[in-house]
Nanobody, 116 residues
Framework: QVQLVESGGGLVQPGGSLRLSCAGS????????MAWYRQAPGKQRELVAE???????NYGSTVKGRFTISRDNAKNTVYLQMSSLKPEDTAVYYC??????????WGQGIQVTVSS
């Protein structure tokens, strides 16, 4: 069974920074892609960033240049460094992973609130 545990969310002022972490576990599962999605109230879930275990990165258009995704393959852990945060970044952030057979798993979600 694959599990993803997110941490690092909270309240931050506009212009501030926050780092999210997501630790994955699951015997025999290849964490091929590890990604962050977010969902704001009344909006669809959207891709924030994704990173393969080979280093291929893709960012959502609204966070390019402000957010950085990285991962530790040995620990099956993915990070999201968020900088220059805006109120519109407020959302529940979800960790996601999928293997090459497109089996996909989600974390429970973590709240990020950007407000003064």
């Amino acid at each position: 069974q694959v599990q993803l545990v997110e941490s690092g969310g909270g309240l931050v002022q506009p212009g501030g920074s926050l780092r999210l972490s997501c630790a994955g576990s699951g015997n025999g599962f290849r964490f091929y892609v590890m990604a962050w999605y977010r969902q704001a109230p009344g909006k669809q879930r959207e891709l924030v960033a994704e990173l393969t275990d080979g280093g291929i990165i893709n960012y959502g258009s609204t966070v390019k240049g402000r957010f950085t995704i990285s991962r530790d393959n040995a620990k099956n852990t993915v990070y999201l460094q968020m900088s220059s945060l805006k109120p519109e970044d407020t959302a529940v952030y979800y960790c996601n992973t999928r293997n090459t057979a497109f089996a996909s798993y989600w974390g429970q979600g973590i709240q990020v609130t950007v407000s003064s």
